[in-house]
């Protein structure tokens, strides 16, 4: 017989290094959750990804039981990483912080690709060139 599912939350965590301080303690406390077990699995799934931050889909069932799914990292991440870059620019519209080729934008839509809400890769790189604007980065060419 399948679980009932109680519920669902979003957290986005660094890889390899969540602990139970805010936003796990909070978030499993008030539904009554084993908080240290989903930090022991997930500092185990993503121990590679350290450094990167990952986002995770908990749902949980009527027995306070949980079962969680990791995405890929999100695409400003993705960005930041690709070109070095330490944060977006605080004005993206006047100051521009860097620039990104296609290529380097094609790599990042195909990573998350199956995480976005789109078909085709063409739409994928489009999201990520919007998202890349967002953080006042420009496409080189």
């Known amino acids: 017989m399948a679980k009932k599912v109680a519920g669902a939350f979003k957290l986005q965590l660094p890889g390899g290094a969540a602990t139970m301080a805010p936003p796990v303690g909070p978030a499993f406390g008030?539904?009554?959750?084993?908080?240290?077990?989903?930090?022991?699995?997930?500092?185990?799934?993503?121990?590679?990804?350290a450094g990167q931050v990952i986002p995770a889909v908990i749902t949980f069932y009527s027995d306070k039981t949980f079962t969680f799914e990791l995405k890929q990292p999100p695409a400003a991440e993705l960005i930041k990483a690709a070109i070095k870059l330490e944060k977006g620019s605080a004005e993206p519209n006047r100051n521009k912080v860097g620039k990104i080729s296609m290529k380097q934008v094609e790599e990042i839509a195909k990573q998350k690709m199956q995480d976005m809400n789109c078909d085709t890769l063409e739409a994928a790189q489009k999201m990520v060139i919007g998202t890349a604007n967002s953080l006042g980065v420009t496409l080189e060419g």
Request: no cysteine; glycine share 10%; net charge positive.
């Open 30 to 49: 008030q539904r009554g959750l084993n908080g240290m077990e989903f930090v022991k699995q997930f500092n185990a799934k993503t121990q590679k990804n």
